[in-house]
């Protein structure tokens, strides 16, 4: 992607803060701007390097942009996509980072001039952990985004919006809206509310006894309940299918266990470990 001149970023926290850094190591843009609400955690995001400057207001904040980022909460990015339409200059990308991809496609395509510049993205990367402090200017180095246009989407957007994120070290990968929150919802969605379920199962008194399973099959659990209540409503569906297969999974270990069924057992762990073990061949080969 050429470089540009101004990006804006909606919400500078660790995803929209990775993203200015990114843009600032790489040379991506010539300024980039944060617009948020609270004027103290723009000032961190400057310190921080993430933004060259920042805002309250949305309008002045976006009117001279080549592109905006949306890394809001997923309950106001269709909202946040209206305002810099209507604020923004007509050749404005807007993209978002989104976990979600249905509701708010299908709410930005509700309105005219939103439509014609927004691409909905899900960049696949994160944390636990927020703010712009936690942000890493090699956060998408090799990680997939995912782009959701559909038939109605601009064809010179979409391949605005795939360079954009190329350009920071994100692999593109195209796909239906409702393929994504399907997909999305049991390899993310599910395991973050599996992992809260399961630290809230075990009792405190026990933590002491706690170490590497615990540690590693809960650490999701730690991240912000605000945002996946967001995320958990907006996938509903596609997320209580995904909760229906996960009960399907350990109800099979649970009458193995019943029956004291030794292969049974045996089955359904060697079905986890299987898939597990393509999962890390998969990520071996991307760092390869």
């Given at each position: 992607m050429e470089r540009v001149g101004t990006v804006a970023i909606v919400g500078v926290g660790l995803i929209g803060g990775s993203i200015g850094m990114a843009l600032k190591v790489r040379g991506g843009c010539a300024r980039v701007v944060g617009i948020g609400r609270d004027r103290a955690k723009l000032d961190e995001a400057m310190r921080l390097g993430a933004i060259d400057e920042g805002t309250t207001d949305l309008a002045s904040g976006v009117s001279g942009a080549d592109v905006a980022v949306v890394c809001t909460p997923v309950n106001r990015i269709a909202a946040d996509v209206s305002a810099l339409a209507a604020h923004?200059?007509?050749?404005?990308?807007?993209t978002d980072a989104g976990s979600t991809k249905g509701r708010i496609v299908?709410?930005?395509e509700g309105h005219k001039e939103a439509r014609a510049r927004f691409v909905a993205a899900h960049p696949i990367a994160g944390s636990e952990r927020q703010g712009a402090a936690f942000g890493r200017a090699d956060l998408l180095d090799g990680r997939l985004c995912v782009l959701t246009p559909t038939s109605r989407t601009p064809a010179d957007r979409v391949r605005r919006a795939?360079?954009?994120?190329?350009?920071?070290g994100a692999t593109v990968f195209l796909m239906s809206p409702a393929d994504h929150d399907a997909a999305l919802a049991l390899t993310s969605h599910l395991p973050h509310a599996v992992a809260s379920v399961l630290a809230a199962s075990v009792p405190p008194e026990t933590l002491r006894l706690a170490a590497g399973a615990y540690r590693d099959s809960t650490r999701v659990a730690a991240a912000d309940a605000g945002l996946w209540t967001a995320i958990f409503r907006d996938n509903r569906g596609p997320l209580l299918d995904a909760i229906g297969k996960f009960q399907d999974q350990l109800s099979a270990l649970k009458f193995a266990l019943m029956a004291d069924d030794d292969e049974a057992i045996r089955a359904c762990w060697e079905s986890g470990r299987e898939h597990r073990l393509i999962y890390e061949r998969r990520e071996s080969s991307k760092n390869r």
């Open positions: 923004g200059p007509s050749d404005l990308l807007i299908a709410a930005v795939e360079a954009f994120w190329s350009s920071l």
